[in-house]
């Protein structure tokens, strides 16, 4: 009986944790799929989550399985939840750095007040990261 209370305890316990925290059991699946290159986690629990998709991965389906790991109640206005697919960390890096290029192959947002399911994807449909970088002064990417 005793064994069945602790049991019970650890999975509330990883239930809560994982859905408040960054580093949550949630996230260790996709984390071990995708390369992490950058998580900024905002004040209120706003975040950004930038990473690189695996080779010939779709960047719609990667966005949406990266929002649905990361997804958590936003329960405040002006809260976001983002996912960034990038092809490369050399792209995610340079937007980073250099705002104004649009590198990334897609993205999920998660709203407040709705669930990641409901997520809005956007996809890159533009000029290719490598080609914006080539028009930009030296030293700025």
């Not at 009986?1 to 049991?7: A, H, I, Q, R, T």
């Not at 949550?24 to 984390?31: A, D, E, S």
Request: hydrophobic content about 40%; proline content about 4%.
């Amino acid at each position: 009986m005793f064994g069945l209370l602790v049991v019970g305890i650890a999975l509330l316990w990883f239930y809560l944790w994982g859905t408040t925290d960054i580093n949550g059991w949630r996230t260790w699946g996709f984390r071990l799929t995708h390369q992490i290159v950058w998580v900024n986690e905002k004040q209120l629990g706003s975040r950004d989550i930038y990473f690189v998709t695996k080779a010939r991965e779709n960047p719609t389906r990667a966005v949406k399985s990266c929002i649905r790991a990361f997804d958590y109640t936003l329960y405040y206005e002006g809260l976001f939840n983002h996912c960034i697919a990038f092809g490369s960390a050399d792209d995610a890096k340079a937007q980073l750095k250099n705002p104004d290029l649009s590198c990334e192959q897609a993205r999920a947002t998660q709203t407040p007040y709705d669930t990641a399911r409901n997520a809005d994807i956007k996809v890159n449909t533009g000029k290719r990261c490598a080609d914006q970088r080539k028009v930009l002064p030296p030293g700025s990417t």
